[in-house]
């Protein structure tokens, strides 16, 4: 089975970069690109799309809070209606420059503070299902299995992936431990030995030194991790030298 690499990209704003999307692009097979809701704008967008079609990378939406200031790391308070119609205000504005470059958007994955809380409130994970189904395209879902937003794809019949995270420590729970705790971002010495536990024992690294099941078949690198370009570099020849073929899912 093929193991998917991803990393969330299109992050800057305006005269404000964020990470290397360029050398990312040459590593990963799937680029979750921000909408303009946590971060990115129109130009932004449109460059992404364009870099990711000619690099053969799938384009997936990365829907996020209306929250530049925050990062999309703080909660919002929006209603269900509200959440539909933004996400699917964000995804079809991706498509558009994903489009023009060649693609369209195969998959959606919700950002930071949404990517918690829809996980955990089945009616903001419907609300997510309800956007993508009025989108159409055959759109897949990415994020987190065994959670509120697996059980509303199934019960759609969208496609679903479920998620690791290389650079960050889990909780016992099988959360993702909160950045602001100790050891919740992970160097990339261990984010390596953490994306090949992911992919060959489904088993990730938790805070307290224990671990996790993690069921999944993407693993994703932050853009904006420390050193994420080496650290994507290394991980895709740790799974290459262990036999673990990288390849899209979508």
Same mark, same amino acid.
Request: aromatic content about 6%; overall charge negative; charged content about 20%.
């Given at each position: ?93 991706? /498509? ?143 799974? /290459? ?10």
């Amino acid at each position: 089975m093929a193991f998917d690499l991803n990393s969330d990209l299109g992050e800057g704003f305006g005269a404000y970069s964020m990470g290397d999307d360029a050398a990312m692009l040459d590593i990963v097979t799937s680029a979750n690109i921000a909408c303009g809701f946590h971060a990115g704008d129109p130009s932004i967008m449109r460059r992404t799309c364009e870099l990711a079609v000619a690099k053969g990378v799938r384009i997936g939406a990365h829907i996020g809070y209306r929250d530049l200031v925050g990062f999309g790391r703080r909660h919002v308070a929006v209603t269900a209606d509200e959440l539909r119609d933004e996400t699917l205000y964000q995804v079809g504005s991706l /498509d558009v420059f994903a489009r023009s470059a060649g693609d369209r958007v195969r998959y959606v994955k919700p950002h930071g503070a949404l990517y918690h809380a829809a996980s955990a409130d089945r009616e903001l994970a419907e609300a997510v299902l309800s956007a993508m189904a009025e989108f159409g395209g055959e759109l897949s879902l990415l994020g987190p299995a065994g959670t509120e937003l697996e059980a509303a794809a199934r019960a759609r019949g969208i496609a679903f992936v479920g998620e690791g995270f290389a650079d960050r420590a889990y909780l016992s729970s099988g959360r993702l431990a909160p950045r602001s705790q100790p050891g919740a971002v992970l160097w990339p010495d261990d984010a390596v030995t953490q994306a090949l536990s992911i992919a060959r024992d489904s088993k990730a690294v938790t805070v307290d030194g224990g671990a996790v099941a993690v069921r999944a078949t993407s693993i994703c690198v932050h853009g904006d991790s420390p050193a994420a370009v080496e650290m994507a570099r290394r991980i895709r020849s740790t799974l /290459d030298e262990a036999g673990i073929p990288v390849g899209a899912f979508c």
